[in-house]
């Protein structure tokens, strides 16, 4: 065999390998958001995917690997927003419902996955590292949203408890889902809410 027909070959088989290795990635991904990671095991992902189970653990050798895959693959599908530019508005109350705004359209349109791996998340040690990218994600939504505000002290502490129950997920959920607000009404009074916190006395 020519070494250019070498090369040529060993593209090709590279080429199938990732085609294999991404097909893997989105059957999991698939099956996270409908069954849940708790209820998907590798015989089911093989089974989406086409392929046999041998080939899933040629590719991903253990759950912590998949996970990440499968967690990297979301995100890159399902960018949650970026709240840099929320730190450009000035004015704290109107930064606050852009924030929540951009955050419970995204809640609105990833909400199986959301629900599927809060629900799961105690159950599956693999999730832990994915899980503790986003708990720093919203560390980071929360301190753009606080970030200005006038209040200082315990006010500062209440306002900042309030931005982190109104970016949690199951407070959008319980609000919209058990309560029948829609998300205009539900920034509405989340950031009533914050308002309130920050002026609260004991």
């Known amino acids: 065999m020519s070494n250019e027909r ?22 999991a991904v698939k099956l996270h958001g409908t069954i849940g990671p708790a209820r998907t095991t590798i015989s089911a992902v093989a ?7 041998a080939t899933v653990y040629r590719h991903f050798p253990d759950e912590a690997t ?6 990297g693959h979301w995100a890159a599908t399902h ?51 994915p899980a503790a990218i986003m708990r720093a994600y919203f560390e980071a939504v929360a301190e753009a949203l606080v970030a200005g505000r006038p209040e200082r002290g315990d006010a ?6 309030a931005v982190g129950h109104a970016v949690s997920f199951p407070t959008w959920q319980s609000l919209v889902r058990e309560h029948g607000l829609d998300d205009a009404e539900a920034v509405a009074m989340m950031a009533a809410m914050v308002e309130a916190a920050g002026r609260a006395r004991r």
Request: aromatic content about 8%; some cysteine.
């Open 79 to 129: 960018p949650p927003p970026d709240p840099t530019p929320w730190r450009t508005i000035r004015d704290p109350a109107a930064r606050l419902k852009r924030g929540l705004f951009e955050l419970y359209a995204f809640y609105r349109e990833t909400e199986a996955m959301l629900e599927n791996v809060t629900r799961d998340r105690p159950l599956v040690p693999a999730m832990e590292k």
């Open 66 to 71: 998949l996970f990440a895959a499968c967690s």
């Open 156 to 161: 500062r502490r209440r306002a900042r408890a």
């Open 6 to 27: 070498r090369k040529y070959t060993m593209r090709r088989r590279a080429e199938k390998e990732q085609q294999t290795r991404q097909r893997i990635t989105e059957a």
């Open 47 to 53: 089974s989406e995917a086409g392929v046999q189970r």
